[in-house]
């Protein structure tokens, strides 16, 4: 089995990603809110990330940018609902390449003794839109940018 | 057929409204982001509403309150995601009395030879919360808004 698992069902607007770290849950956590430790992770390595903003309370708006090596730019930005915190965090996402096409993600973090297991839920506006997520290349980017969060979280853990 | 379409599949987090209006799209639309005439129909009859805020732009906040007769009170509040428009209304909504459940509403207004035929996609963290939601009486809700919009945009239509 794929350390990363990604599933989406014919016909249901959603993506479901799975993926479990050896690290704590607040670690796990931290990694994905604050923007020092965000840019250091989260995409394929071959891109680089900018934080905008990063407002991580209820009503906050988030924003990055990912550079490719020949400069392209890709926006990224949304919104959290609630404030994020260890128990979850729920936000919008919305590529500004494709603007108006919006999906909804809700992330628990759960605690497996010492470890941590993450699950992510994504819905889209359509199952069209779902499909174009996937076929942008996500699932690579998204198990790279895990794999380049596993190797954080391992320089991040006190050394025992 | 009932005036208000509402089709939810099992299975699938998704709720999809349907429904026409005699009065054209800029009508229609507006009756949706103008805080003034959003008390006049939005929700059922029984309830009174008050819009706490209403920023109608690019990650703008709304929120309003619903009061009953016993003096009840039910906030709930959201983000647009892009600038409304007779185009398309993409937008985040939370039940404050079930925080942490959240959906992603994607309204759109087609010309339909001077009327209006409105499409409402909410999409659901999960079937489950899509269920809690259907349960919650919002068909009741939804359809008696539509009537009252009814009444509302023939008091705004010119006298021709």
Same mark, same amino acid.
């Given at each position: 089995m794929p350390k990363t698992q990604i599933i989406?069902? *014919?016909?249901? *607007?959603?993506?479901?990603?799975i993926r479990e770290f050896d690290a *704590? %849950?607040?670690l796990v956590f931290?990694?994905?809110?604050?923007?020092? @430790? @965000?840019?250091?992770? @989260?995409?394929? %390595?071959? @891109?680089?990330?900018?934080?905008? %903003?990063?407002?991580v309370r209820n009503g906050g708006i988030w924003r990055y940018i990912h550079r490719d090596v020949d400069g392209?730019?890709? $926006? +990224?930005?949304?919104v959290f609902h609630g404030?994020?915190?260890?128990?979850?965090?729920?936000?919008? +996402?919305?590529?500004?390449?494709?603007?108006?096409? /919006?999906s909804l993600d809700s992330l628990s973090f759960e605690d497996i003794g010492g470890r941590t297991h993450l699950r992510s839920v994504s819905v889209f506006q359509s199952v069209e839109d779902r499909d174009g997520m996937l076929?942008?290349?996500?699932?690579?980017? /998204?198990?790279? $940018?895990y794999e380049r969060l596993d190797e954080l979280v391992a320089e991040q853990a006190p050394v025992s």
């Open positions: 989406a069902e *014919p016909g249901v *607007p959603q993506i479901v990603t *704590p %849950r607040d931290r990694a994905h809110v604050d923007p020092e @430790l @965000l840019v250091k992770w @989260l995409g394929p %390595r071959r @891109l680089t990330m900018t934080v905008d %903003r990063y407002d392209s730019e890709f $926006g +990224f930005h949304g404030t994020p915190s260890p128990d979850g965090i729920v936000q919008t +996402f919305e590529f500004e390449g494709f603007p108006g096409h /919006v076929e942008s290349g996500m699932e690579t980017g /998204v198990s790279e $940018g």
